[in-house]
């Protein structure tokens, strides 16, 4: 049985930093690209961050990029979300992902498992 275990998530001002991690079990890690998706209330689930099963190759939203890092730990099985220069727009419940693909992808319907998700909160 697969599980994805998200911790992590809390209450920040504006321009603070959170680090999230997302612990996989019953998979082989290594052999699944791993995603974050994050949705706030009343929108759709959003694209965050996605790496390869090696983590040599990792994608960024735009309305991420040059804030957050996505890493993996492979002998851990975890994969880790590190937050800075968080904004109130980044409020949201944040979900990790697994694809059974080494390679990284964007879209939720590629991912087969998933956590149950952590609450991010930005107080502005």
């Known amino acids: 049985q697969v599980q994805l275990v998200e911790s992590g998530g809390g209450l920040v001002q504006a321009g603070g930093s959170l680090r999230l991690s997302c612990t996989a079990s019953?998979?082989?890690?290594?052999?699944?690209?791993m995603g974050w998706f994050r949705q706030a209330p009343g929108k759709e689930r959003e694209f965050v961050a996605t790496?390869?099963?090696?983590?040599?190759?990792?994608k960024y939203a735009d309305s991420v990029s040059g804030r957050f890092i996505v890493s993996r730990e492979n002998a851990e099985n975890t994969v880790y979300l590190q937050m800075n220069d968080l904004k109130p727009e980044d409020t949201a419940v944040y979900s990790c992902?697994?694809?059974?693909?080494?390679?990284?992808?964007?879209?939720?319907?590629?991912?087969?498992?998933w956590g149950q998700g952590t609450q991010v909160t930005v107080s502005s």
């Open positions: 992902a697994a694809r059974p693909s080494l390679m990284p992808n964007d879209r939720p319907s590629e991912y087969t498992y």
């Open positions: 790496l390869s099963g090696s983590g040599m190759t990792v």
């Open positions: 019953g998979l082989i890690f290594e052999n699944y690209a």
